[in-house]
């Protein structure tokens, strides 16, 4: 059993950057991928994303690599999302996740967290 706690959201401007964690209680946090998923108002929750067991690997939505870092420290079983330069259209409440990494990659992990909101607007 995986227990997943988002934190880190909030309200920002435009051009901003906000860092996301979410800790998990896993004995053994770093057996699982995690991952981040959003969901906007009445939009399907999409893919944001993934990095595996050890941090070695990591995968994004296309549209959103090089704004948006995942990242995860084993020792503190807590993984992070880093968003620069938010834009309105990246508000949505993020979700964290975990399992292996097909299940992560494919949207379709065990765990979730409650999701934490993020909202961009000046």
């Known amino acids: 059993q995986v227990q997943l706690v988002e934190s880190g959201g909030g309200l920002v401007q435009p051009g901003d950057s906000l860092r996301l964690s979410c800790a998990a209680s896993a004995r053994t946090f770093s057996n699982y991928a995690m991952g981040w998923f959003r969901q906007a108002p009445g939009k399907d929750r999409e893919f944001v994303a993934a990095i595996s067991g050890m941090g070695s690997g990591t995968d994004y939505a296309s549209s959103l690599k090089g704004r948006f870092t995942i990242s995860r420290d084993n020792a503190k079983n807590t993984v992070y999302l880093q968003m620069n330069s938010l834009k309105p259209e990246d508000t949505a409440v993020y979700y964290c996740?975990?399992?292996?990494?097909?299940?992560?990659?494919?949207?379709?992990?065990?765990?979730w967290g409650h999701g934490t909101q993020v909202t961009v607007s000046s």
């Open positions: 996740a975990a399992d292996i990494w097909w299940n992560v990659r494919r949207g379709t992990p065990g765990y």
